[in-house]
């Protein structure tokens, strides 16, 4: 049954990973799809298949476990409190008026007149020579294919073989002064002077609520869950027995109207977030802030994240965003993409938030100073501050297939995805060595009774090698082979999927043996 290479083979060498790769993995075994894929797609959407699904579904079940419902010792080592909160995505609009996003939540937006493509300003660079007269070309940043257009229409207009690497620099499009943008080529273009200068696009979704269309009736779609933890924050203190510090956790659909939609799931219109605001005193914010900010970090490595792919890092001044008051704390978790090596790109950010949502809806709303919190033990009255630690639902899930996928010459599949079994869409396959003998009985008993726990497959079809190259791709920690020994001395073999070794077990103890190697209470 052994698959497993020669041990006099030589190790062949093992190929670095490509985002190309992995997309294409993702498509072909039912991780992620292109949305409305038969219509020729939608920029900027995408769909889960079966196995994408279960995936996404175990990062957020387990976050949800780990922030809600299972116990966390804060910095003070006592429990904290966080509960749990479901929001429309639609609300009025006067909230997102009051939380600046109306007036102030856009990018800058830049159209080519010729090919008419739309790119934000800040994701376009630019490659060429700085002396008067040179011709430009920009393309997207991080994209390997537009950069090699720029290399090779330089060369051609200038009738030359390689770069110079001490004349053609890259720049950012936004430092480019106006009188030299005339002289860019736009990525897909062919003549210069195309693209429009950067103007301001509101990254909202607008939506018309009720039957006639008027402006007093347009609202828009939630560009992130927060606003309806905070508006609701007043009604979650009333409603339960929760007291400073405490948190609310969220789990939802935010869309944001992004001007170029870009490297697979990690930039897209509609996403989901794992979001909790957490309400503290405001002297009490540095460590707060410090705690969650490491807690979280090391809940990522916790599900697999393991390597140096993943990294913190504290945002400079000029990063802060509007809420953040100056000295306040905000820090990326980052992981390394395969497009963005050998930067990072984010996947979660935690930000000392001030007090500044539950203001501004007070101030709004014409509730003011009642709206302040009254401590009892504090004998005060006050806005509490808040510490955010916002995780991307999807860029999660992309950084798991990411550090998941990892070739080996040495098996059928040429590669197997190594996601910590917590994590992993199917947990088990189980396989009849034969379709004969008794075996796919045995196995389709085993198959139920693990099903009503865990999410498992039963395969009796092809023969064993390929069966397990199907679960090395799926992700799957263990195949559980049923085998003439299953008839006779009531024992299964187990193969492991990172290491393709195999063990027997008893078929009565395979349940509570699963359980503890993927982490589940029994």
């Known amino acids: 049954m052994s698959d497993s290479p020669a041990a006099n083979s030589p190790a062949p060498e093992v190929p670095a990973k490509t985002m190309e790769q992995i997309v294409a993995l993702c498509r072909r075994r039912g991780f992620v799809f292109q949305s409305s894929e038969i219509y020729g797609g939608i920029n900027g959407f995408w769909d889960y298949g079966p196995l994408g699904t279960e995936l996404k579904r175990n990062l957020k079940n387990a976050w949800w476990q780990d922030v809600v419902q299972r116990e966390l010792i804060g910095p003070h080592g006592e429990p904290i409190d966080v509960v749990g909160l479901d929001c429309t995505i639609i609300m ?16 800058p937006m830049v159209d080519c007149r010729e090919t008419k493509q739309r790119y934000r300003a800040d994701h376009l660079v630019v490659l060429g020579a700085v002396e008067a007269g040179a011709r430009l070309w920009a393309f997207v940043e991080g994209d390997d294919a537009g950069r090699a257009k720029a290399i090779k229409g330089i060369c051609k207009y200038e009738k030359r073989d390689a770069l110079d690497a001490a004349r053609h620099i890259v720049r950012p499009y936004p430092t480019v002064p106006a009188d030299e943008r005339a002289r860019i080529v736009g990525p897909d273009a062919t003549e210069v002077g195309t693209l429009t200068e950067p103007r301001q696009f509101n990254l909202m979704f607008k939506t018309l609520v009720g039957a006639v269309e008027d402006p007093g009736n347009y ?11 905070f508006v609701n924050f007043q009604n979650v203190m009333d409603s339960t027995r929760v007291k400073i510090p405490f948190g ?3 789990i939802g659909k935010a869309f944001r109207n992004e001007v170029t939609p870009r490297n ?7 996403f989901e977030q794992m979001e909790i605001e957490f309400f503290i005193h405001p002297s009490e914010a540095a460590t707060w802030y410090a705690w969650w900010r490491d807690w979280r970090f090391s809940w990522w490595q916790s599900i697999g994240l393991t390597s140096a792919n993943l990294q913190l890092r504290e945002h400079d001044r000029d990063e802060l965003a509007h809420y953040a008051k100056e000295g306040a704390g905000t820090s990326d978790i980052e992981y390394r993409f395969p497009f963005t090596a050998p930067g990072y790109g984010e996947l979660e950010g935690v930000a000392h938030r001030s007090d500044f949502d539950l203001r501004a809806h007070a101030t709004a709303s014409g509730k003011n100073d009642k709206a302040k919190h009254f401590d009892q033990a504090r004998n005060e009255r006050y806005f509490p501050h808040v510490i955010e630690p916002s995780a991307g639902a999807d860029r999660g899930t992309l950084a798991l297939l990411c550090e998941a996928y990892t070739p080996d010459p040495s098996r059928p599949s040429g590669v197997f995805m190594k996601f910590n079994p917590r994590m ?11 379709n004969k003998d008794g075996m796919p009985e045995i196995g389709e008993k085993l198959f139920r009774t693990l099903r009503k726990k865990h999410v498992v497959e039963f395969d009796e079809k092809q023969s064993i090698g390929k069966r397990y ?8 920690p263990f195949c559980i082979t049923i085998d003439s020994e299953s008839l006779t001395a009531q024992t299964v073999t187990v193969r492991h999927r990172d290491t393709q070794q195999q063990e027997k077990l008893a078929i009565d103890a395979v349940p509570a043996w699963l359980d503890a190697h993927i982490g589940t209470d029994s």
């Not at 609202?219 to 933890?229: D, F, K, M, N, V």
């Not at 697979?264 to 509609?270: K, Y």
């Not at 947990?427 to 009849?432: V, Y």
């Open 219 to 229: 609202s828009y779609l939630r560009p992130e869950t927060a606003q309806g933890i």
């Open 92 to 107: 009025n609009p006067k909230v997102w008026e009051a939380s600046g996003h109306v007036g102030g939540f856009s990018d």
């Open 424 to 434: 992993a869409p199917v947990k088990a396959g189980i396989f009849p060595l034969v």
């Open 264 to 270: 697979f799931t990690f930039r897209s219109r509609e």
């Open 469 to 476: 190259a199907r679960m090395d791709e799926a992700g799957t």
């Open 248 to 250: 609310i956790a969220q």
